[in-house]
């Protein structure tokens, strides 16, 4: 699995790349701040941790474009709750 998570623009999401599929992490973006709304890992790699790495590498850009996070799908609100060190971002 390639580590680089890519910012899409565009289509409002970050990608990751696996050797099985893309893990994807949409958002709505208004007034600094990144409202993410679902997350998906491919089916058949799930619980490999594949999420857990996306949303490090999503929060950690976040925070380097100076931004906030609103978590409404479940799955990002749960891994800013268990890492402490993204706290911070919560608008």
């Keep these: 699995m390639s580590a680089e998570i890519r910012h899409n623009a565009a289509r409002h999401r970050f990608e990751l790349d696996t050797d099985g599929g893309v893990a994807l992490a949409f958002y709505r973006l208004a007034n600094g701040v ?6 998906e890992v491919p089916a058949h790699l799930r619980g490999r941790g594949i999420g857990s790495t996306m949303m490090h590498g999503v929060l950690t850009s976040v925070r380097r474009q100076g931004m906030k996070v609103a978590a409404q799908c479940p799955f990002v609100a749960d891994y800013i709750e268990k890492h402490a060190e993204f706290q911070d971002l919560l608008a």
């Design 34 to 39: 990144m409202t993410f709304t679902h997350t």
